[in-house]
């Protein structure tokens, strides 16, 4: 396939500055005209032809200023349309008609049908199955949409914009019109057409301006929209408290649909919403659903500055508005909910999903410069990594002078298509600091290290500590430069509080921030009479892994007393990862693993601290992954000896605080009536944390049981079935209540994902068959996005013992399985593939099979561009 690379940009010769589309809604035969004002560039001959993006398209007419072109002026293939002479005139009028099958469209991108709506997903690449364009982000037009259709069969009929009118049409047909007045590159473009319910409110701007606000969901569901309305109209406010950012359309559409292979989209004034994203009450969804809820609804929002106003010059600077969005989502969630427990749970996700991407075969920079598919580039590393980058800017700057620099991004840059290098110049402008050696962290791939020791002289009443920084080689990057790494630090005494010193010796100390710029750095504290304990990377400012001699006093000391909370859980989940790793090493030794009382009793304090949140315990608890501690380990991984190991530091746990867990988990119980507010949900957190600790003790199951039956909302009843079914698998309590679980939700599909998902989580050899049965069961098809993510893509990125059973019967369902979505559905296939992106970590016999199993995928006939480059990147 053709690799794209960054160095190839090069502005357009024609620009497309109006479009006009009409599309003509039928299942088997939609028919769109697509009306261009295309104008060449000054300097431009006209003998240069306009070559237009296609996919699979047929054109069925062409004119240009009212003629219809003659077969010599023009060239058609499925995927490109070239208008070999165009007119000698700077602009000219092009009329292109296509006819599209959406009814027959499964890999849900361009114009497709989900239960009988008619939808649209553009990004990346979409719009060019709809009509042929100069399908590229820094193509901006102004759009006007008419659509037309059957009134009974879409008795609603949305676009981008304004609504711009509306009538009636012979034969039962209707149409209405839509216009944005904001110029916007074709990945923006959207349309929804079909019957659904609606929910309708309003928000008024800080400048009084009244939008209405809608969001769309299949009739019938309307009342469980109100969370996520309520989350859209905290998300509007927050914007202009935060950021000084209004919205500008009089109106704001959201529409759920159930077939979506991503989350959401944030097309202009008409965001298109994967339904699991918006539909929830306490009776289908849980705390952790209510969340991602509102920071979707949120980071799908805030694109309308950052993204949709301000938008990327190609896809090469997708982190550009992705990166910068999720900071902001992040950003507001802190807001609502607690700002400590939000930063733990972005680090957990971060180090789940983007550390393993970095330190493996699909390792990227922030900031890509090839692709083959782009497609395969909304990974953690632009999304996630993305964020970090920008909040070390405002770690830099302060959080006035980044809020400067904002500023003067949407003044400088509203209405174009940016560039990193224009978000950097900002900072640097407003700041007057050098930031060239801080772009790496764009520009370079791989997770640097820092090397860290300290000493103390009591006599000479000094601290130092030395830092050393390495980059590891990533895939086509052996030679890394030095980063700018901003380490957040303290220095705490024994009586808890931060210790004072009296002078630096060695640069770059500000603010409690150390900046990292050499390989090796000094920094030496005076006037430091005892020996502090070092709270390194607080808040985790920097998205670095640490290699630290630190004492277990200390990191026993932290865990109780740092001040930063951060800190304080990460010195809790290091003892926890150095018990776990010990316990693996044990247990491929047939030992049975033993661990320190102080840790296990350390465990009882945590889950008793009355100062501490009850959501903050829950996650101090929670042991690292099976997924975790093979990252850490690094290599030779055997996924059987870390979920013994594992277990065995849960159940030890578990014995040593049956008391305090207990108590705790009864007086928990005590609730009133539910809300899912983040106090509420932390409650039930840790509630359901100690319910899976007390699982693991004689009646552990009669009391997951017990907890199934009484649970009055989602988040406890998915906790009991989870913790039955991981726990005590085949058991007769396990089995009555998955049972009960799929009588009563059979009918919710958005539920029946999480009977699904928790089926596939089931440890050990026996899942892989009880996964392959259920791909037949009623409520599962290959074809929906969400059914498959749950049940094959949990099996294969969550289940470790499941997926890498040893004989390899794992992989071969899952090759069966990626090659089977990818007939229909190239990119979610091409999703599920990465789950073997850290193949080369395993020991060498499930290497082997993991070897065999991409190999047979890349060897199968016709493959998709999307699975291929993945595939392809995880082998080489
Ligand atoms: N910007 C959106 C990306 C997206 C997408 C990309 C490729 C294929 C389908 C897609 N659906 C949505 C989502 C976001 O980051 O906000
Ligand atoms: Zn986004």
């Known amino acids: 396939g053709q690799v794209f690379k960054l160095e190839d940009y090069r502005p357009n010769d024609y620009l497309i500055p109006e479009t006009s589309l009409t599309f003509r809604l039928s299942p ?118 008419r659509i037309e259709a059957q009134h009974h069969e879409a008795p609603l009929l949305l676009s981008n914009g304004n609504p711009a009118g509306s009538g009636e049409l012979a034969d039962g047909w209707h149409y209405a019109v839509w216009h944005d007045p904001f110029p916007k590159p074709s990945y923006l473009f959207a349309l929804v057409a079909g019957a659904l319910g609606k929910v309708a409110d309003s928000f008024v701007t800080l400048s009084g301006r009244e939008v209405d606000l809608g969001i769309y969901v299949e009739p019938g569901k309307e009342r469980l929209a109100g969370y996520a309305m309520d989350a859209l109209k905290r998300s ?43 539909l929830a009450d306490q009776e289908a969804a849980t705390d952790a659903d209510f969340a991602n809820i509102e920071a979707i609804i949120a980071h799908e929002y805030f694109h309308n500055w950052t993204g949709n106003r301000i ?95 904002m500023d003067l991004y949407f003044e400088r840059h509203d209405g174009e298509a940016a560039t990193i290098e224009d978000f950097l110049r900002v900072f640097e402008d407003v700041s007057g600091r050098d930031l060239s050696q801080f772009s790496l962290w764009y520009h370079q791939a791989g997770t640097p290290n820092l090397t860290i020791s300290s000493t103390h002289n009591a006599a000479a009443q000094e ?249 009055t909302n989602m988040t406890d009843r998915a906790a009991a079935l989870t913790v039955l079914a991981l726990r005590h698998s085949g058991s007769p309590e396990t089995a009555k209540a998955l049972a009960d679980f799929e009588a009563k939700y059979a009918a919710d599909p958005l539920v029946m994902d999480k009977w699904f998902q928790i089926q596939a989580s089931v440890p050990g050899p026996q899942t892989v068959d009880a996964v392959r049965a259920l791909t037949c069961h009623p409520a599962f098809s290959m074809a929906n996005p969400n059914r498959v993510r749950s049940l094959v893509g949990t099996f294969s990125s969550a289940n470790q013992t499941g997926f890498h059973r040893a004989d390899g019967e794992g992989y071969r369902f899952f090759v069966e399985t990626v090659l089977q979505v990818e007939k229909r559905n190239p990119q979610v296939a091409a999703r599920l593939a990465t789950a073997l992106r850290s193949w080369r970590s395993l020991e060498p016999a499930r290497q082997a099979k993991a070897r065999e199993a991409l190999l047979a995928i890349a060897n199968a006939k016709n493959l998709s561009a999307d699975l291929r480059d993945i595939v392809e990147r995880t082998l080489a």
């Not at 692709?371 to 999304?383: C, D, G, P, S």
């Open 28 to 145: 088997e035969a939609t028919r769109v005209t697509a009306v261009l004002t295309v104008e060449r560039r000054g300097g431009v001959a006209a003998s240069v032809p306009l070559v237009l993006d296609g996919d699979g398209l047929t054109l069925s007419r062409i004119a240009i200023d009212g003629q219809t072109l003659a077969p010599a002026d023009f060239f058609a293939t499925p995927d490109q349309l070239t208008i070999t002479t165009p007119p000698a005139a700077i602009r000219f009028q092009l009329l292109i008609e296509t006819e599209l099958a959406p009814a027959r469209n499964e890999a849900l991108m361009g114009l497709y049908r989900s239960s009988n709506v008619y939808c649209t997903q553009c990004e990346a690449e979409g719009f060019r199955r709809i009509t042929y364009f100069l399908d590229r982000p820094d193509i901006l037009s102004v759009y006007t949409v």
């Open 311 to 405: 938008t990327c010059r190609d896809w090469f600077q997708l982190c550009l508005k992705e990166g910068l969005t999720v900071f902001r989502d992040h950003e507001f969630s802190a807001d609502q909910r607690s700002r400590a427990v939000k930063r733990i749970a972005e680090v957990r996700t971060l180090r789940a999903h983007q550390f393993p991407e970095d330190q493996g075969p699909l390792a990227h920079p922030v900031r890509p410069r090839r692709y083959r598919e782009i497609n395969n580039f909304y990974t953690a590393t632009v999304y996630e990594k993305g964020s970090e980058v920008v909040r070390m800017i405002r770690t830099i700057l302060g959080a006035e002078m980044f809020r400067a620099g």
């Open 236 to 278: 509007m406010k927050w914007d202009e408290e935060a950021f000084g950012r209004e919205y500008d359309l009089d109106v704001f559409n959201i529409v759920a649909v159930s077939d979506f292979n991503m989350g959401a989209m944030e097309n202009k004034g008409l965001n298109i919403f994967n339904d699991k994203y918006v």
């Open 463 to 711: 601290f130092t500590l030395e830092i050393e920084q390495s980059v590891p080689p990533t895939p086509s990057e052996s030679r890394k430069r030095l980063m700018h790494i901003p380490l957040a630090f303290g220095l705490v005494g024994s009586n808890g509080k931060a210790i004072a010193y009296s002078g630096v010796e060695g640069a770059g100390v500000e603010d409690g921030v150390i900046h990292i710029r050499k390989r090796r750095h000094m920094v030496r504290f005076s006037g430091v009479a005892e020996r502090p304990a070092m709270s390194l990377n607080r808040g985790f400012s920097a998205p670095v892994t640490l290699s630290v001699e630190q004492k277990a006093d200390d990191q026993f000391f932290l865990a109780s007393h740092d001040s930063d909370a951060f800190a304080r859980w990460q010195a809790f989940n290091t003892l926890l990862t150095g018990a776990l790793i010990s316990a693996f090493r044990q247990a491929l030794g047939g030992k049975q693993p033993g661990f320190a009382s102080r840790l296990t009793d350390l465990a009882g304090k945590i889950a008793g601290d009355e100062t501490l949140e009850p959501a903050y315990r829950a996650l101090a608890l929670a042991l690292p992954s099976e997924a975790d501690i093979a990252r850490d380990i690094g290599k030779n991984i055997d996924p059987d000896a870390i979920f013994s190991g594992r277990e065995a530091l849960a159940t030890a746990i578990a014995e040593a605080n049956r008391e305090i867990f207990s108590r705790l988990y009864d007086r928990l119980g005590d609730n009133g009536p539910f809300s899912p507010d983040a106090a509420s949900a932390g409650r039930r957190a840790l509630r359901n944390t100690l319910l899976d600790y007390l699982s693991l003790l004689p009646e552990g199951a009669a009391l997951a049981a017990r907890h199934f039956q009484s649970a």
